[in-house]
């Protein structure tokens, strides 16, 4: 059974920094952070390959956020620098058998999210 469990949202202030992670469980994936704000799409942040070579990421997000892996403790990190309040969204990290990329329909599992809100 495949779980995917996030921690590390929570309060700040423009500017600031944050980490997120995502614990994988029952199998080895490529993985990835998407965000959803109120009233918007789930809009894709992030993705890593499953040995960790290979990223991509939102052009809203290049050169703030960090995408990295340990595939000795099955987590995913999103290092996220610089927030600013558009950045406020619920995100969710996914996990896909076979997929890398910015695609949400092609990832087959997601976590329940977590909160992030910035605040100016």
């Known amino acids: 059974q495949v779980q995917l469990v996030e921690s590390g949202g929570g309060f700040v202030q423009a500017g600031d920094s944050l980490r997120l992670s995502c614990a994988a469980s029952?199998?080895?994936?490529?993985m990835a952070w998407f965000r959803q704000a109120p009233g918007k799409e789930r809009e894709f942040v992030a993705s890593?390959?499953?040995?960790?070579?290979?990223?991509d990421y939102a052009d809203s997000v290049k050169g703030r956020f960090t995408i990295f892996r340990d595939n000795a403790e099955n987590t995913v990190t999103l290092q996220m620098n610089s927030l600013k309040p558009e950045d406020t969204a619920v995100y969710y990290c996914a996990a896909s058998t076979s997929y890398s990329g910015s695609l949400k329909s092609r990832y087959d599992y997601w976590g329940q999210g977590t909160q992030v809100t910035v605040s100016s």
């Open positions: 890593i390959s499953k040995r960790g070579r290979s990223t």
């Open positions: 029952g199998g080895t994936f490529s």
